[in-house]
């Protein structure tokens, strides 16, 4: 039997796209949890610039870093996705002191 992984905490969102399933997902990236399954998967995935994208409802593994990270088979729909979530105002920014 050949063993075949996603890559990652994330890989689930990763293979819902590049199966077809959905055309863009959500993954939850610290330090690579999303981006190397997209790599893995042939997506693009992004990590938005921190407050770039609303971390409400995020359950962090460090603060700091956590982000919402996006994945799509491609450029264009991810720029497309992430205009419809980036933070419009100052809403679901966190401030570190």
Known sequence: MDWVIAGGSSGGSAVSVSCGAVAAS????????????????????????????????LVPLVNSLDCPALMAAGVDDLAEVFNVVKVRQEEGIVYLA
């Open 26 to 57: 959500v993954g939850s990236d610290t330090g690579g949890s999303a981006r190397i399954p997209g790599a893995w998967n042939g997506l693009c995935a992004l990590k938005p610039s921190y407050g770039a994208v609303s971390r409400r409802g």
